[in-house]
């Protein structure tokens, strides 16, 4: 089983529409969380990050469940410019944060 | 806003030549990560640093890969000899700690012929 696993998608959805992506990962001992957004031939830029309590930032939510070991992106009234791939990233706990990122999810909004 | 810088952009080189890829994380990150990204897949983390010391390079190429971060802040990923592949994007980033979150530079396509 892969660290960290998301669907790859695409979702395609049309404006205005609400979308909500899940991420898997199999280390009980993961500690933190985020969310990224990368644009094609772009490098990935922080999103968000996820906190035990869930989180919201304008459209988008973010949240944890520990009890089944994944966390989730909700997206709101999708616009055109939110097409992107959204990464998941999990960091695992040690002498230092061991870096997982997901494949991505591919969104396109269509108008 | 503080960035994190990387060159070049853009490097193609032929196959069994040697590259190197330069990176300055943001001032006061104490840690920096290189990662490699094929189209259509995550990011893969080559090496770790955390100040000058590498954490992890378990995913690393020893054979033809080398990564240094001397006075722990600017670092230096090389690949000697060049193979095809290895094309791909390869993306710097840093943080303040390894349970913060990364910021990312540029990226430098390479392309091996």
């Known amino acids: 089983r892969k660290e960290v696993e998301q669907d790859p998608g695409p979702f395609n959805v049309p404006e205005g529409a609400t979308v909500a992506f899940n991420c898997t990962y199999s280390n009980s001992a993961s500690q933190s969380f985020f969310w990224y957004r990368q644009d094609c031939r772009k490098e990935p830029k922080l999103l968000m990050s996820?906190?035990?309590s869930g989180n919201e930032d304008g459209r988008f939510t973010a949240q944890l469940n520990r009890a089944s070991q994944y966390i989730s992106l909700l997206i709101r009234d999708s616009k055109l410019s939110d097409s992107a791939t959204y990464l998941c990233v999990v960091n695992v706990a040690g002498g230092y944060q061991k870096v997982t990122f997901g494949t991505g999810t591919k969104l396109q909004v269509i108008p | 806003e503080a960035e994190v810088a990387q060159s070049p952009r853009y490097k193609i080189t032929e196959k069994s030549q040697a590259v190197a890829f330069w990176c300055d994380p943001i001032s006061g990150h104490a840690t920096l990560y290189w990662y490699r990204q094929i189209l259509g897949q995550g990011p893969e983390l080559l090496v770790q640093?955390?100040?000058?010391?590498?954490?992890?390079d378990s995913q690393l190429p020893k054979d033809r890969f080398s990564a240094e971060r001397l006075k722990g802040v600017d670092s230096t990923l090389k690949i000697q000899p060049a193979e095809l592949g290895d094309s791909a994007m390869y993306l710097c980033?840093?943080?303040?700690?390894?349970?913060?979150?990364?910021?990312f530079g540029p990226g430098t396509r390479l392309t091996v012929l």
């Open positions: 996820v906190y035990s």
């Open positions: 980033a840093s943080s303040r700690g390894s349970y913060n979150e990364q910021f």
């Open positions: 640093f955390q100040d000058e010391s590498v954490v992890d």
